[in-house]
Nanobody
Framework: LRCSCRSGGGLVQVGGSLRLSCAAP????????IGWFRQAPGKEHDFVAA????????YYADSVKGRFTISRDNAANTVYLQMNCLKPEDTAVYFC????????????????????RGKGTLVTVSS
């Protein structure tokens, strides 16, 4: 999994927006739920959002619900995380992950239980 940030380096002001993308070449994409975890400095990995391989069923952590939107393009083997109304507490390294499970189940699993984990990308929200 390749996790990339498409907004010029991952630094944004409070209230701003950022979109992350996660490409998975070579993966049978539609059979996996793809999600994002994040790790703030000095903290554990926390679930952020996930989307099912089929039917686009999504699930979000309460902390990002209403602000973040996860979507996927199976033809391009890519998942996107649109992050709006960013807050300083959103500052973290974001990791794209995948597992053959339902999105709400992924939310309850530890980061280490993911089948695949991409390299993280740093998102910094400055106040």
């Amino acid at each position: 999994l390749r996790c990339s940030c498409r907004s010029g380096g991952g630094l944004v002001q409070v209230g701003g927006s950022l979109r992350l993308s996660c490409a998975a070449p070579g993966l049978t994409f539609s059979t996996y739920t793809i999600g994002w975890f994040r790790q703030a400095p000095g903290k554990e990995h926390d679930f952020v959002a996930a989307i099912s391989g089929r039917y686009d069923i999504s699930y979000y952590a309460d902390s990002v619900k209403g602000r973040f939107t996860i979507s996927r393009d199976n033809a391009a083997n890519t998942v996107y995380l649109q992050m709006n109304c960013l807050k300083p507490e959103d500052t973290a390294v974001y990791f794209c992950v995948s597992r053959r499970t339902a999105p709400h189940t992924m939310a309850r699993l530890p980061y280490g239980a993911m089948d695949f984990r991409g390299k993280g990308t740093l998102v910094t929200v400055s106040s």
